[in-house]
């Protein structure tokens, strides 16, 4: 039984940290936060350098030609490190070219993805909609009409990939966004900077089906599964640190159980999302049927573990983690921006449930 | 990633399905033992059976009689027996955690006189170290030993003893020196379960059953040969003991109810808000029960692959008994309430809502059963995440001046 990611995936994962140990985490999030820039373009560099916007483009498009495990370790990587770069909007966009893309759609964008000259993002997001309701966005002859908000990354993409109504349910269309218009869009998260997509006969091309759309999602909730869990991870360790330095009464707080039992039960909402992402991280790459319902437990884990560890650290922190100087705020914003990246956690818990309906009925 | 064996380990599963298929064939289909005593025949003869084969102690090393092989073997074994009419479970705290207490830390003559005949399971085991007023607290025990001679003299009560009833001897922790801080005046010994002023009792539990004992002991005399580890080093020997429960007390147990007694509850129910199944409260609770139980099996598949390279697993395996207890307590009471009245009467024998009744009541006990999900929680905190241990005001006070003894 071999149930861990591969060396190779480790040793990705570990260059890609000591890189955002040293360029990105909290400061670099307060620099961009307190900015208009869309992201941070010298951190962004780097991460092109380092080939890792690469890493799961094919050679044959100039990429490394990595596998799903890779875009796992580095989405845990990124959301440890909070980057304010576009990484995690332009692997969800690699992984729709990928699974869905025609020849013609891979050669024409994973070059510019693969060499860090094209910037995407993934635009599914309208008002209370959730990810298998029919968008209002609609296809009418290669064109989309409607609006996208908030859409991550979108200031800073050129490319698009959207969800609008097809034939059968939702599914992906590609949009060059220098054909519509983006604005910016303010939302909880201060450090991923969001835009609003006006679609207004925009022209677009399907990408893949709606059975595409649905595998999509399942993978992408397993990338943004990880991410969760990295950012999950970030909080818990810095609770945790003050927990260590902190006195009160005379000790540390870290004695006290009223905070460690917090601080264990982070611990545990983080290795039972790490378990099932680490399934999900399997069955993606394995195209797997037990995707469906692996992808479905980890986001919802996921967003547990992130929320916990989100909100017991300003907790734990007590009254400096309130203010603005605290970097607090990025973890506990950031659980808002994970949990409405793509459905909620009860879109997901209801996702799971149905999973394994159809799976009983299946072995029934 | 995968979930195989590897090819050696397929091999193995190969050879010891073969030979359990045909060992324990004559298991199947028998019915629940009568007595007590068909029970531990019952559980003897397949012991016998392993030891005859080679396939008792695979982990232990050969010179205590085991077969050095690798945990994957042993993991590989069990679930092949759990697969097939084997009748298990006696040996599990004995082979599981008491000898190997005793060939770590026992004497040359201790191990020759008991290992082997533990092994080949003529002689049965159990674990003294709960008392009334040391649990979580284990280093507050104030069973005596006092030296007489070459014997000592043990006086004083232990509880929660699984199978003391059915043992032939048991590892035992007492306090030699009460005059030292609780830590260090504790000494181990073996003790004769059938030696005069030996008595074991049923514990009635909350839920109804006895699955445990509590013993009482009225000034037993042990030999001081038969003494574990050197006196005042008792609580070194109960660590290694611990070590081996917690790697025991672990997964949600073997078919207890769980998110699909829960599924197909609900789809029996018509309440106002419609179908239960279609209830988003119900499928949350699913959703989280999956979650929990799930997540926690999968855990335990990272510590087998890790073993399975030959890598030590993580410290993440630390989460499962805390998770599965109270997941366990959470399901049962929300798949009760659905069942509004129905789920407060007493269940018929063997129904779906008899289960989970009694999964309601077990759950309570297993909360507690091998550390505490407070204590847990302690462990996690101090051990995995490093945060400072509580303060222990008694931890160098002499034991005397806290309990007179």
Known sequence: MNFDFSDDARALSESARRMLTEHAGPDAARRIMDSDAAYDEPLWRQVVDLGLTAARVPEAHGGVGLSPEESCVLAEEFGRSIAPVPFLSTLLATEALLLAGSAAQQAKHLPGIADGSTIACYAWGEGANSPTAIPATRAEGGRLTGTKSPVADALAASLAVVTAAGEDGPALWLVDLKDARVTPAATLDLVRKHGTITLDGTSAEPLGTSADYQRFIDRAAVILAFEAIGTAGAAMEMAVGYAKDRVAFGQRIGRYQGVKHKCADMYIKLELARAHALYGAWAFAADADELRHAAAAARAASLDAVRFAAEENVQLHGGIGFTWESNCQFYYRRARQLSAALGSRAFWADRLVRALEQRNRAAA | ?405
């Open chain 2, 1 to 405: 990633m995968d979930f195989n064996d590897t090819p050696q380990e397929a091999e193995y599963r190969a050879k010891v399905r073969a030979w359990i298929s045909e060992a324990a064939r004559e298991y199947e289909g028998l019915p629940e033992p009568k007595s007590q005593d068909d029970y531990v025949a019952r559980q003897k003869s397949w012991q016998r059976k392993k030891y005859d084969a080679d396939y008792a102690g695979l982990t232990w090393p050969k010179a205590f009689g085991g077969q050095g092989l690798g945990p994957m073997n042993a993991i590989i074994f069990s679930q092949e027996e759990a697969r097939s009419a084997a009748p298990t479970g006696l040996y599990s705290i004995g082979l599981g955690m008491c000898i190997p207490t005793v060939f770590t830390h026992g004497s040359k003559d201790v191990i020759e006189r008991f290992v082997p005949k533990a092994l080949e399971g003529s002689e049965i085991w159990c674990q003294l170290f709960s008392e009334p007023i040391a649990g979580s607290d284990l280093a507050s025990i104030r069973t005596k030993a006092v030296r007489d001679g070459d014997d000592w003299i043990i006086t004083g009560q232990k509880v929660w003893t699984t199978f003391a009833h059915l043992s032939d001897y048991g590892i035992i922790v007492t306090r030699t020196d009460p005059a030292a801080p609780k830590h260090k005046g504790l000494t181990m010994f073996i003790v004769d379960m059938h030696a005069p002023g030996v008595e074991a009792r049923p514990l009635k539990q909350m839920s109804g059953g006895a699955d445990f004992n509590e013993v009482f002991f009225d000034g037993v005399r042990v030999p001081d040969a038969w003494r574990i580890g050197a006196v005042g080093d008792g609580w070194k020997a109960g660590l290694t003991t611990l070590m081996n429960e917690r790697l025991a007390v672990g997964g949600k147990p073997r078919n207890s109810p769980g998110w699909r007694t829960l599924m197909d509850l609900a789809r029996g129910i018509d309440t106002e808000q419609g179908p239960a199944i279609e209830r988003m409260d119900v499928r949350a609770r699913i959703a989280d029960t999956y979650i929990n139980d799930e997540g926690v099996k999968l855990t335990q598949m990272r510590a087998l692959s890790a073993l399975s390279q030959g890598k030590t697993p993580g410290a993440e395996q630390s989460i499962s008994k805390v998770v599965v207890a109270k997941t366990m307590q959470d399901m049962a009471a929300f798949a009760l309430e659905l069942s509004e009245s129905a789920g407060f009467a007493a269940g018929e024998k063997d129904s779906e809502l008899a289960r989970l009744q009694g999964a309601y009541m077990w759950s309570a006990g297993l909360r507690i059963a091998g550390g505490t999900d407070e204590i847990l929680r302690n462990i996690i905190a101090e051990r995995v995440l490093g945060l400072p241990g509580d303060l222990r005001p008694d931890k160098d006070t002499p034991f005397n001046e806290i309990v007179p003894l």
